[in-house]
């Protein structure tokens, strides 16, 4: 239930924020005209571009850092197995 609620009144937060920011802007682009667009608009589509970057920069350093782990256990393993080989009697 409480989740339900914290659900309920974030959703109202959000659609207060958006009601106070229709105006619209005037946003310079590298080339041609400004565009005039509303703000909530803009700001929704930055936020939305910083989180698509953001999940991707995890992505490649998870996948980095278990590529990296999966060659230091093979490493270890096959050190090991040399250890092993040099010990037999």
Do not use: C, Q, W
Not at 17 to 23: D, G, I, Q, V, W
Request: no cysteine; aromatic share 8%; proline share 1%.
């Amino acid at each position: 239930m409480r989740k339900l609620l914290l659900i309920v009144v974030a959703g109202a937060l959000v659609l207060l924020f958006a009601l106070n920011n229709t105006h619209r802007v005037e946003m310079s682009v590298i080339f041609g005209r400004p565009l005039h667009v509303r703000l909530v608009f803009l700001l929704l589509s930055t936020f939305l571009i910083g989180h698509f970057s953001a999940v991707l920069i995890n992505v490649y350093v998870r996948t980095k850092i278990g590529s990296t782990a999966k060659r230091a256990e093979k490493r270890d393993r096959s050190h090991d197995a040399e250890e092993d080989e040099f010990f037999v009697e």
